[in-house]
């Protein structure tokens, strides 16, 4: 698996950054108590 750090330093595509926008405003909407890596299948408490 690629280090974190340099995948980080790297400029993201157009897919990963939808991927993040769309977590992120996930995230927002369950007030940050998800966490982001949850399996789709885990019903939201």
Same mark, same amino acid.
């Given at each position: 698996? +690629?280090? *974190?750090? /340099?995948?980080?330093?790297? #400029?993201? =595509? =157009?897919? %990963?950054? %939808? /991927?993040? *926008? @769309?977590? %992120? =405003? +996930?995230?927002q909407v369950n007030g940050? =108590? @998800? #966490? !982001?890596?949850?399996n789709r299948t885990t #019903? !939201?408490?």
């Amino acid at each position: 698996m +690629r280090n *974190s750090i /340099e995948y980080l330093k790297k #400029p993201l =595509s =157009s897919t %990963q950054k %939808q /991927e993040l *926008s @769309v977590l %992120q =405003s +996930r995230n927002q909407v369950n007030g940050g =108590s @998800v #966490p !982001i890596r949850a399996n789709r299948t885990t #019903p !939201i408490k």
